[in-house]
């Protein structure tokens, strides 16, 4: 049966750590019917932190994806629900979440407003463009401030916000919200789980405050629509609510307004009412613009899929679980059907792939389907060789959707395994993670015979080394973490040759490539429309065939290979351009392999002439911090080598953001906090690439 995707809802809940995301997904999972008993995060059994490691850190890691419906004014809708992660260390998570996703809560701390995760956030939902409704959370917790958590949405996030709710009261003294579209004071109490909402008159004493923010709300909303801008003029008492309404959605979709909202989902305030905007606010899958790709054939020529059953099949994989079942892969519908037993196309591999089952998930439960159609949220189990990112289509029709950005590692650590039976597991075990988990990368180093893995920080290292002891029960030391460095140039070198010549008796080798290198930004790159990949670009300006062209591509392949594996120290080569100006070859001896190997000298050679310097991760750390240690913690953020950008007074705690140096910045959480009586608290993401200081650079490269 086909499912009307005007009562479809595919959102995602998402914001900094701690600000009460899961919380809010327990909540919506209880009004649902989705679950008879509420979990609790700080309990360790909230039904979305399935793994043991994050029911006992309290933290989400894995982004969950569940199917709950929703009663709004007497329909029946279903919400296609994903809890992503807060932490920096799996921003991918809220990444490909948001890839395909057509709508986001964004959920902020009322005492804290936004934190540094939340912009990281914003960013990416702004990326993908994301429509959201904001919620502010916590509303009673001590110190909890409604206008300085909206204040910052506006100042922190340049987000076009205005309020539809006001709450009643701050911290102890909170007891419900005013909505501002009806004027109406809601309470909840905590006795019956918040499940009846009792709705009165405002309270004299707050009509007042009221009438300001609605009057502000209307401004806002008619500012954007003509129509309601002319009645505003005339005579705004003709405005009617529904009105209101309509015009705020159409804006939401259109990405011109963010509605905020606020609560308590520990105190089980509000939380409907987040549903209830959810369905009246953002957008069906019909309502997001035909998703955009490109032809495998020609990546030139772009092509649309309608949000319909009848267009051919699409869809996008977001995720990959390794399950006792078999490997659960999550994809997003775009256009189409897709039922049980059909065979779809990978068009980035050109691999055909067989769905054998369809699920529809709920956290860890599941639920067999026989089919699905466009807008839906799925769990498909016989896919051998789709990973995230990667485009499912029809056979005939193919078409390749845009792909997800993925970062780059910033930190790794040696592991080995205890036992040759350990060594054996280990391999299939990484290989399994790296399927799940596109930011995590290992190789082997024939040399040391070490196995390197890495991540986006400590505590990702961390999680996977606990996978692979705890659930895959493989034996393994670890060695300590380890920075990711990157190398680089500073100067040019001009004509460089890299000559490749071997004879031993018969047939024999030779390649000849002259090259010139320079250092190059990726915004230069994208400024000249220079592909850059990997960090380096390759151009051919060979002429009068001085090399034939079926050679260039082996010379490119020798450039890159010799670029990923690092001249001076091993790490890899970035912001560096390469042009193939010139060169030689032989009628009998030239070769693919003879010019693969020309180009990696020439590379290496050029390279070492062209000023050769070491980059190394800067971390952008914010802490917050009493007022009273701000003397400590910015002195020790000097003698870390790192720069303080800004500094922020939030009633009498300090906002510090600083530029770190990611290799000065291990344990930093334990020593600040020994610094200031367990006060303060830092978070972290990885910023950019600098150069570092000559002495520095020579330790680095001692110990290589």
Known sequence: MAIDLSKVRNIGICAHIDAGKTTVTERILFYTGKIHKVGEVHEGTATMDSLQEEQERGITIQSAATTCPWNFNGVEYKVNLIDTPGHVDFTIEVERSLRVLD???????????????????????????????????????????????????????????????IPIGFGNDFKGIIDLMDMKALYWTAEDQGTNIREEEIPADLRDGAEIWRQEMVEKICELDDDLAEKFLTDPSTISVAELKASLRKSVCALKVFPVLCGSALKYVGVQRVLDSVIQYLPNPTECPDVEGVDPKD??????????????????????????????????????????????????????????????????????????????????????????????????????????TFPEPVISMSIEPQTADDKKKLGEALTTIRREDPSFRSNY???????????????????????????MKIGVNVGKPRVSYRETITGTAKDVRGLFKKQSGGRGQYGDAVVTIMPITPEEAAAEELEMENGVVFEDKVQGGAIPREFIPSVEYGIRQAAASGVIGGFPVINCRVQLVFGSYHDVDSNQIAFEQAGALAFREAFTKAGPALLEPIMKVVITTPDEFFGNVSGDVASRRGQIIDSEMRGNTRQITAEVPLSELFGYTTALRSMTQGRAAASMEPLTYRQMPERLKQEVLAKQ
């Open 103 to 165: 709508g986001a809560v964004a959920v902020f701390d009322g005492k804290e407003g936004v934190e540094a995760q939340s912009e990281t956030v914003w960013r990416q939902a702004d990326r993908y463009g994301v429509p959201r409704l904001c919620l502010i959370n916590k509303m009673d917790k001590l110190g909890a401030d409604f206008d300085y958590s909206f204040k910052s949405i506006r100042a922190r996030l340049g987000a076009n916000a205005v309020a539809i709710q």
């Open 299 to 404: 990546t030139s020529v772009k092509l649309t899929r309608p949000h319909t059953e009848s267009a051919p099949f699409s869809a996008l994989v977001f995720k990959v679980v390794a399950d006792v079942a078999g490997t659960l892969t999550y994809i997003r519908v775009y256009s189409g059907k897709l039922e049980k037993g059909m065979r779809v196309l990978n068009p980035g591999n050109g691999k055909r792939e067989n769905v054998s089952r369809l699920y529809e998930m709920h956290a860890q439960n599941r639920t067999a389907l026989d089919s699905t159609g466009p807008g839906q949220i799925v769990a498909v189990v016989g896919l051998k060789d789709s990973f995230t990112g990667d485009t499912l289509c029809d056979q005939d029709n193919p078409i390749i959707l845009e792909r997800m």
């Open 445 to 471: 180093n024939d040399e040391t015979g070490e196995t390197i893995i890495s991540g986006m920080g400590e505590l990702h290292l961390e999680i996977i080394k606990n996978k692979l002891v705890r659930d």
